[in-house]
């Protein structure tokens, strides 16, 4: 895989494709989408409601929570995660941003 290089992109840009990337697997927006159903912190119901491994939901939160879009909260062996809500109002905006702009092509390939 080739060397990306970041510098040559603008800021926006290249916070959105690391959010992006961040949200691109879907054991991610299962566990987002089970985060926020809850409405609230959850702890260690997510192997039982993913059916995956803890080490590989333990490595799908730290992608999440590399973004911000979650954070944790150590209670004594557990930690309990939820959304950062703010963190989530900007990633929508980020995004209705991108996809402001109409397509509007008439002839294409």
């Keep these: 895989m080739g060397v990306t290089k970041t510098e040559i992109f603008t800021a926006q840009q290249n916070h959105l494709a690391l959010t992006l990337k961040a949200l691109a ?48 909260n150590i209670e004594g062996t557990n930690v309990c995660y939820c959304v950062d809500e703010t963190v989530w109002q900007q990633v929508k905006k980020d995004l209705n941003s991108f996809f402001i702009d109409n397509v509007n092509i008439e002839e294409c390939c």
């Design 25 to 72: 697997h879907p054991a991610r927006i299962a566990i987002l989408q089970h985060i926020i159903k809850q409405n609230a912190c959850i702890c260690n119901d997510l192997v039982e409601e993913l059916g995956l491994a803890q080490a590989t939901i333990s490595q799908h939160l730290k992608e999440l929570k590399s973004i911000g879009i979650i954070k944790g």
